[in-house]
């Protein structure tokens, strides 16, 4: 007798649960892991809104325009027709959370408010206050908790992912993961797995990301020989307040509301921001780019921002910081437009910023590389998928704001869908048993290896160091001979952890065991990253190389794909950009682009 | 883009209790620690975590705790930081008395040291439906046209992130008693307060009838005072008890 097709989703957020439910009213049955409760995933952290041409306030905005914004914002390195079809999808994804009742802005006769974002000239951006992620989020979590009662879908909340499981024929049947209570080793059988599993900002040590965005559940895909894509394009957030222990988001939203970002003209003074004249003051992002102003795409503002504050010196208050001012628009409307992100400033940093300019500084927040997918969002490895964050493939170089969140749900949807065919067609056949206990004894191995260490280095510190080394060589401005140093500095990290003891050898809810596992994979990971953008020669989106200052679209206009090897990354360029669908221009934010709204003409009057 | 926040403040006392399994007894480990600028509490685990002695030089283990967000909207860090239920993401080490004591929410089982398992919240998210009835996910065009003032409403509601702190205060709540608490009443307001949503209020208000529901609030009135997102319980609990009511009358003159 054919199995029931059985498909697990390893990731709770926006994709996870989306895949989940997409799956779930197909009729197959899901096994929903995720370390975290789902309802606090990461995706809660996403602040400014969702994009979808809905083209409320009379522009013309359409999926197309959408799309052209979206493949320029990304430097041209996404390949097009999957990037034309989420900027299709996003209007009706938007319009089935509204169903789902997220309470999203509203205007005056009651339909979804836009609002303006990085990158567009279009108010494209749907958002409930500033807690967009979060709502969608909730929305999700209700709609699984429905399956869920009716026996659908099963959770396994406090579990980690370590290795998909690839049958002889390299197909992939399962998955052993660690319950975070008991330890527990286990092996979970199906015909398909979609990860979902989202960013790895956590390897950079201090970002917007949260805890348990490591990354490893990917790096054990790759280490299984999953493709990593792009791993070099890391996006840096323009504005995130600085903090001992996270950079904590200041949204995008903040300007598309209105915020200026601006210095004193003398980078020396240290008067108080409101003391400071206009006339002294520098907005520099409305100077150089007076079409988009402060909402150019994120990678040119932090570059910006560091040029302004690193290289020419100027500072806020004494701070390597700069401005990002709401002072003078109304306070009510602040609230009511932004209030969870002012919440967060207050109760962090403990001033207003209805009253007080806030400080911030670019900050690590996304990655626009992941697993390599097709376009059914499949890897390399027949049944296994991927989603979301954790996916190469909807951003090429550069993210744009507001697209994640829509691509985290497209991606589920898309994932969703195919591995549900993949799994009926597959079902008649065996899960490998032997392919289950081989990852079982992989991970039971590795354990015994981590819990049976000695030495006298510190796990704890050295992801430390592993975050000053990322964060000082391989984000904003990267230099080849930095980036051999980053390299080999990573290699020896990880001979130095292979001789810290752990200072927990419990059998109960080991943090320290789990943390040295993910360490292990969070530095294969970046040697990919780190590497990849070595080998990179050029400069695209959020990759810059002072000595390569141009993109080469000629040399370059190609996926970076990395394999997992036990001596480092190998690398493969022989993928080239579909770009049919619109050709790749110079990517310019000063001037105005031929499908600029305007307004009055002739396209609002017909849309 | 880094910083380290160095200080020259005297160091920190930090009493944690500890617990190893959930059958073990608790017992309190005091631990010196480095101030830091804009310290918070998560700092200090994670300064025990790297050196996990105590103040008597006596080698243990790591503090177990559950974080993620780290800026209070996912609410995995409630624990009780100087008797009181908050994140310990957002309390700052500067705004505390010394020494700071932290100890794991007391209405659940703990797991290991400050970890909880609150899966009973979700639960009973479950038990009352807390969703909007859809037919599917694929297009059905744009949902019900909403009001701004309604959707602040929903949108003020809809903020809860779970975390327990509502509950940890509430006098009726906890493993004895099989009241639901402020939070599951404040999502029944809100799912009942939506067009589609609606649709399940009978079943909705049936549940939150019964044992374990609306009647088992003894009017303590802590609940909103201590929600991180100033979410208005009372309010929450007030409508919910006016509903029900309603729906009694009108469920009983209809048979």
Same mark, same amino acid.
């Given at each position: 007798m054919a199995n029931q097709p059985r498909v697990i989703v390893v990731g709770g957020g926006l994709a996870g649960l989306m895949a989940a439910i997409k799956i779930a009213e197909f009729g197959a049955l899901v096994d929903l892991l995720s370390i975290v409760p789902v309802k606090r995933s990461h995706s809660v952290c996403a602040q400014g809104g969702i994009n979808g041409a809905v083209n409320t306030k009379g522009e013309g905005d359409s999926p197309g325009l959408h799309f052209i914004d979206t493949v320029k914002g990304g430097d041209f390195l996404a390949h097009q027709p999957p990037v034309r079809d989420m900027c299709d999808a996003a209007p009706n994804i938007i319009y089935m959370f509204d169903r789902m009742g997220v309470p999203f802005t509203r205007t005056a006769e009651g339909l979804i408010e836009f609002r303006r974002f990085g990158g567009t000239l279009h108010h494209r951006t749907a958002h409930a206050g500033a807690t967009t992620g979060q709502q969608l989020l909730y929305a999700l979590d209700e709609q699984v908790r429905k399956f869920e009662a009716e026996g659908k879908i099963t959770k396994y909340e406090g579990w980690e992912a370590f290795y998909p499981s690839i049958d002889e024929s390299g197909r992939c049947v399962g998955l052993t993961a660690m319950d975070l209570r008991n330890m527990e080793i286990r092996s979970f059988a199906s015909d398909a797995v979609i990860y979902a599993t989202g960013g790895l900002g956590a390897i950079f040590g201090y970002g917007t990301n949260s805890v348990v965005n490591t990354g490893a559940a990917i790096a054990g895909c790759y280490q299984q020989g999953a493709i990593y894509g792009n791993p070099e394009f890391i996006q840096i957030h323009p504005t995130a307040i600085s903090g001992a222990d996270k950079l904590r988001l200041m949204s995008e939203s903040v300007r598309g509301e209105g915020g200026r970002v601006w210095v004193p003209k003398n980078p020396k003074d240290t008067r108080a921001p409101l003391t400071i004249p206009p006339a002294e003051r520098w907005y520099f992002l409305e100077e150089k780019y007076p079409a988009y102003g402060n909402l150019v795409p994120r990678d040119v503002a932090s570059r910006e921002i560091h040029h302004i504050v690193q290289t020419l010196g100027h500072r806020v208050e004494g701070e390597e910081a700069v401005y990002l001012d709401l002072t003078h628009l109304d306070p009510d409307y602040l609230t009511k437009k932004l209030g969870g992100v002012l919440e967060i400033y207050e109760k962090f940093k403990g001033h207003d910023p209805r009253k007080v300019p806030m400080k911030v500084a670019p900050a690590v927040h996304y990655s626009m590389g992941g697993l390599w997918v097709d376009y059914k969002q499949m890897t390399n490895i027949p049944g296994l998928f991927a989603a979301g964050e954790c996916e190469y493939q909807y951003h090429g170089a550069n993210r744009l704001g507001a697209n994640a969140l829509v691509?985290?749900?497209?991606? +589920?949807?898309?994932?969703?869908?195919?591995?549900?065919?993949?799994? *009926?067609?597959?079902?008649? &056949?065996?899960?490998?048993?032997?392919?289950?206990?081989?990852?079982?004894?992989k991970l039971k191995s590795r354990v015994n290896d981590v819990l049976g260490r000695a030495g006298d280095e510190n796990p704890f510190g050295i992801r430390r160091e592993l +975050?000053?080394?990322?964060?000082?060589?391989?984000?904003?401005?990267? *230099?080849?001979?930095?980036? &051999?140093?980053?390299d080999g500095m990573l290699v020896d990290l990880k001979k130095r952890l292979a001789r810290a003891p752990l200072p927990d050898a419990g059998p109960w809810a080991n943090q320290s065991l789990i943390h040295v596992l993910e360490l292990e994979n969070m530095i294969d990971l970046s040697r990919a990253i780190t590497q990849g953008a070595l080998l990179r020669d050029e400069s695209r989106g959020a990759h810059f190389k002072p000595a390569f200052p141009n993109r080469d679209d000629e040399k370059w206009m190609r996926s970076t794909k990395a394999s997992y090897t036990p001596d480092g990354p190998k690398f493969d360029f022989s993928e080239t950009i579909d770009t049919s669908l619109k050709k790749p221009v110079e990517r310019r934010y000063d001037v105005l682009p031929e499908h600029a709204p305007k307004p009055g003409g002739a396209a609002a009057a017909a849309h | 883009m880094e910083s380290h926040g160095h200080s020259t403040n005297a160091p920190i006392s930090v009493r944690v209790m500890r617990r190893d399994n959930p059958d073990a007894t608790p017992r309190?480990?005091?631990?010196?620690?480095?101030?830091?600028?804009?310290?918070?509490?998560?700092?200090?685990?994670?300064?025990?975590?790297?050196?996990?002695?105590?103040?008597?030089?006596?080698?243990?283990?790591?503090?177990?705790?559950?974080?993620?967000?780290?800026?209070?909207?996912?609410?995995?860090?409630?624990?009780?930081?100087?008797?009181?239920?908050?994140?310990?993401?957002?309390?700052?080490?500067?705004?505390?008395?010394?020494?700071?004591?932290?100890?794991?929410m007391t209405k659940f089982t703990v797991l290991r040291d400050l970890q909880v398992d609150r899966s009973r919240m979700f639960e009973d998210l479950k038990k009352t439906k807390s969703w909007v009835p859809i037919d599917g996910t694929h297009a059905l065009g744009a949902g019900p046209r909403y009001a701004q003032d309604d959707q602040l409403v929903s949108y003020t509601l809809s903020r809860c992130m779970t975390c327990g702190c509502c509950v940890e205060a509430c006098p009726q709540y906890g493993p004895g008693s099989a009241f639901i608490g402020p939070a599951v009443l404040s999502q029944v307001r809100r799912f009942n307060m939506h067009p589609t949503g609606k649709l399940n209020k009978g079943e909705r208000l049936e549940t939150v009838m019964g044992s374990g529901g609306i009647t088992d609030c003894g009017s303590a009135q802590v609940c909103a005072s201590v929600c991180p997102k100033e979410i208005p319980l009372l309010d929450s609990i007030a409508v919910v008890a006016r509903d029900t009511t309603i729906h009694a009358l009108t469920s009983w003159f209809g048979k």
């Amino acid at each position: 007798m054919a199995n029931q097709p059985r498909v697990i989703v390893v990731g709770g957020g926006l994709a996870g649960l989306m895949a989940a439910i997409k799956i779930a009213e197909f009729g197959a049955l899901v096994d929903l892991l995720s370390i975290v409760p789902v309802k606090r995933s990461h995706s809660v952290c996403a602040q400014g809104g969702i994009n979808g041409a809905v083209n409320t306030k009379g522009e013309g905005d359409s999926p197309g325009l959408h799309f052209i914004d979206t493949v320029k914002g990304g430097d041209f390195l996404a390949h097009q027709p999957p990037v034309r079809d989420m900027c299709d999808a996003a209007p009706n994804i938007i319009y089935m959370f509204d169903r789902m009742g997220v309470p999203f802005t509203r205007t005056a006769e009651g339909l979804i408010e836009f609002r303006r974002f990085g990158g567009t000239l279009h108010h494209r951006t749907a958002h409930a206050g500033a807690t967009t992620g979060q709502q969608l989020l909730y929305a999700l979590d209700e709609q699984v908790r429905k399956f869920e009662a009716e026996g659908k879908i099963t959770k396994y909340e406090g579990w980690e992912a370590f290795y998909p499981s690839i049958d002889e024929s390299g197909r992939c049947v399962g998955l052993t993961a660690m319950d975070l209570r008991n330890m527990e080793i286990r092996s979970f059988a199906s015909d398909a797995v979609i990860y979902a599993t989202g960013g790895l900002g956590a390897i950079f040590g201090y970002g917007t990301n949260s805890v348990v965005n490591t990354g490893a559940a990917i790096a054990g895909c790759y280490q299984q020989g999953a493709i990593y894509g792009n791993p070099e394009f890391i996006q840096i957030h323009p504005t995130a307040i600085s903090g001992a222990d996270k950079l904590r988001l200041m949204s995008e939203s903040v300007r598309g509301e209105g915020g200026r970002v601006w210095v004193p003209k003398n980078p020396k003074d240290t008067r108080a921001p409101l003391t400071i004249p206009p006339a002294e003051r520098w907005y520099f992002l409305e100077e150089k780019y007076p079409a988009y102003g402060n909402l150019v795409p994120r990678d040119v503002a932090s570059r910006e921002i560091h040029h302004i504050v690193q290289t020419l010196g100027h500072r806020v208050e004494g701070e390597e910081a700069v401005y990002l001012d709401l002072t003078h628009l109304d306070p009510d409307y602040l609230t009511k437009k932004l209030g969870g992100v002012l919440e967060i400033y207050e109760k962090f940093k403990g001033h207003d910023p209805r009253k007080v300019p806030m400080k911030v500084a670019p900050a690590v927040h996304y990655s626009m590389g992941g697993l390599w997918v097709d376009y059914k969002q499949m890897t390399n490895i027949p049944g296994l998928f991927a989603a979301g964050e954790c996916e190469y493939q909807y951003h090429g170089a550069n993210r744009l704001g507001a697209n994640a969140l829509v691509a985290c749900v497209f991606g +589920g949807m898309v994932s969703g869908v195919n591995a549900f065919v993949w799994a *009926e067609a597959n079902a008649k &056949k065996e899960r490998s048993a032997a392919a289950l206990a081989a990852t079982n004894q992989k991970l039971k191995s590795r354990v015994n290896d981590v819990l049976g260490r000695a030495g006298d280095e510190n796990p704890f510190g050295i992801r430390r160091e592993l +975050g000053q080394c990322m964060n000082r060589y391989v984000t904003i401005v990267r *230099e080849n001979e930095s980036l &051999k140093k980053a390299d080999g500095m990573l290699v020896d990290l990880k001979k130095r952890l292979a001789r810290a003891p752990l200072p927990d050898a419990g059998p109960w809810a080991n943090q320290s065991l789990i943390h040295v596992l993910e360490l292990e994979n969070m530095i294969d990971l970046s040697r990919a990253i780190t590497q990849g953008a070595l080998l990179r020669d050029e400069s695209r989106g959020a990759h810059f190389k002072p000595a390569f200052p141009n993109r080469d679209d000629e040399k370059w206009m190609r996926s970076t794909k990395a394999s997992y090897t036990p001596d480092g990354p190998k690398f493969d360029f022989s993928e080239t950009i579909d770009t049919s669908l619109k050709k790749p221009v110079e990517r310019r934010y000063d001037v105005l682009p031929e499908h600029a709204p305007k307004p009055g003409g002739a396209a609002a009057a017909a849309h | 883009m880094e910083s380290h926040g160095h200080s020259t403040n005297a160091p920190i006392s930090v009493r944690v209790m500890r617990r190893d399994n959930p059958d073990a007894t608790p017992r309190y480990e005091v631990f010196q620690i480095p101030h830091r600028q804009n310290m918070n509490v998560h700092m200090c685990l994670l300064e025990i975590q790297e050196n996990p002695v105590t103040v008597e030089g006596t080698k243990t283990t790591p503090v177990a705790w559950d974080v993620n967000c780290l800026e209070e909207v996912c609410g995995s860090c409630t624990m009780i930081i100087n008797g009181r239920a908050r994140q310990a993401c957002s309390t700052l080490v500067d705004t505390l008395e010394k020494p700071i004591t932290i100890e794991p929410m007391t209405k659940f089982t703990v797991l290991r040291d400050l970890q909880v398992d609150r899966s009973r919240m979700f639960e009973d998210l479950k038990k009352t439906k807390s969703w909007v009835p859809i037919d599917g996910t694929h297009a059905l065009g744009a949902g019900p046209r909403y009001a701004q003032d309604d959707q602040l409403v929903s949108y003020t509601l809809s903020r809860c992130m779970t975390c327990g702190c509502c509950v940890e205060a509430c006098p009726q709540y906890g493993p004895g008693s099989a009241f639901i608490g402020p939070a599951v009443l404040s999502q029944v307001r809100r799912f009942n307060m939506h067009p589609t949503g609606k649709l399940n209020k009978g079943e909705r208000l049936e549940t939150v009838m019964g044992s374990g529901g609306i009647t088992d609030c003894g009017s303590a009135q802590v609940c909103a005072s201590v929600c991180p997102k100033e979410i208005p319980l009372l309010d929450s609990i007030a409508v919910v008890a006016r509903d029900t009511t309603i729906h009694a009358l009108t469920s009983w003159f209809g048979k």
